[in-house]
């Protein structure tokens, strides 16, 4: 079972940016997908990106151009680059990782754009 942490989280003025990262742990880090969702208070858990094992992003509309994902193999660790920051890009952002039928999800970690 794989665990993941997520870090990066905090609050930042509008127009501000912020590095999420999701770091795994406990098994090789070998994926099909991982990706970013992120839950704001009331609302449904929206995806926000995704990365495939060959390197194929996705993104949500409201967030290309502004945010982009990567990763690094050599540190077992994703991240989630988000510049532009909006108000309604408030949530709890977590990470997830999806190897055949299994998934695993991080914690969460709390963005608030405000000024």
């Known amino acids: 079972q794989v665990q993941l942490v997520e870090s990066g989280g905090g609050l930042v003025q509008p127009g501000g940016s912020l590095r999420l990262s999701c770091a795994a742990s406990?098994?090789?880090?070998?994926?099909?997908?991982m990706g970013w969702y992120r839950q704001a208070p009331g609302k449904q858990r929206d995806l926000v990106a995704h990365i495939t094992n060959t390197g194929n992003t996705n993104y949500a509309d409201s967030e290309k151009g502004r945010f982009t994902i990567s990763r690094d193999n050599a540190k077992n660790t994703m991240y989630l680059q988000m510049n532009s920051l909006k108000p309604e890009d408030t949530a709890v952002y977590y990470c997830?990782?999806?190897?055949?039928?299994?998934?695993?999800w991080g914690q969460g970690t709390q963005v608030t754009v405000s000024s």
């Open positions: 406990g098994s090789s880090f070998s994926f099909d997908v």
């Open positions: 997830y990782l999806r190897l055949g039928f299994s998934t695993s």
